[in-house]
């Protein structure tokens, strides 16, 4: 097994996620080189703003897409750092994070952020374990 940081965010506006899976697996010097995942939907480009829950899902089926592309899962991932903008949050994210995860969730960081950028109260950044990497 290899560790292999896996990011997406705003890369996700793009046509495809195979580009950024690429750049992620071949080119990021260190696993501490992780950009965060926002609640953007990658098929029509639109910030999922305001409900936490709806930010969540949308910031996890993110992860979800780009770990499935580069031929991993949430089922590898290793370590999680889970950015709240406000303590509140944590027990609603919580329930959304425990439908993605389950039982065996990675070992996870939560860090509470005053503020993000564009309205965002959820990010997310992960490492994933995969068994070898994915050709285009």
Known sequence: YKIVPVMAGSSLRNKGVQPLLDAVVEYLPSPVDIAEVEGIN????????GSPTKQAEQVLQNLQAVLEASGSSLNNVVKVTLYLSDVS????????????????APARTI????????G?????????????KKKV
Not at 42 to 49: D, Q, S, V
Not at 89 to 104: P, T
């Open 120 to 132: 965002f109260c959820v990010c997310i950044d992960a490492i994933a374990v995969v068994n070898e």
């Open 89 to 104: 949050l944590r027990e609603e994210v919580n329930k959304v994070y425990a439908q993605f995860f389950g039982q065996n």
């Open 111 to 118: 860090a509470f952020v005053k503020e993000f950028p564009f």
């Open 42 to 49: 990658p098929k029509t480009n639109e910030k999922i703003l």
